[in-house]
């Protein structure tokens, strides 16, 4: 069992950064790659990013790539998602989420997820 728990989510105008943080507990993060997916209103959720149980390779939505970045530090049990140059279109809950087996992006593929964090993104 893992428990993942999201923060730094918040309202920004367009142009403007925010990280997301998601600390998990439980079973050994080394364990996971680690995702992160979001849902607009009305929307179907979204593949994001992904990162590997190394942190040595990276995934991301062809929408998210050049402006956002994942990363994760195994010594604190947390990844991370910086994203710049934010778009209003990226007004989402964002969610992270664990994958035992495989890197990917299909959300049938993590196993474990957190409540999300909402982000805002004003034009």
């Excluded at 918040?10 to 998601?22: D, E, F, H, N, P």
């Excluded at 994760?72 to 989420?97: F, G, H, I, W």
Aim: positive net charge.
């Amino acid at each position: 069992q893992v428990q993942l728990v999201e923060s730094g989510g918040g309202l920004v105008q367009a142009g403007g950064s925010l990280r997301l943080s998601c600390a998990a507990s439980g079973r050994t993060f080394t364990s996971y790659h680690m995702g992160w997916f979001r849902q607009a209103p009305g929307k179907d959720r979204e593949f994001v990013s992904a990162i590997s149980q190394s942190g040595l390779t990276a995934l991301y939505a062809d929408s998210v790539k050049g402006r956002f970045t994942i990363s994760r530090d195994n010594a604190k049990n947390t990844v991370y998602l910086q994203m710049n140059s934010l778009k209003p279109e990226d007004t989402a809950v964002y969610s992270c989420a664990a994958a035992p087996l495989q890197l990917g992006r299909r959300p049938s593929q993590y196993d474990y997820w957190g409540q999300g964090t909402q982000v805002t993104v004003s034009s």
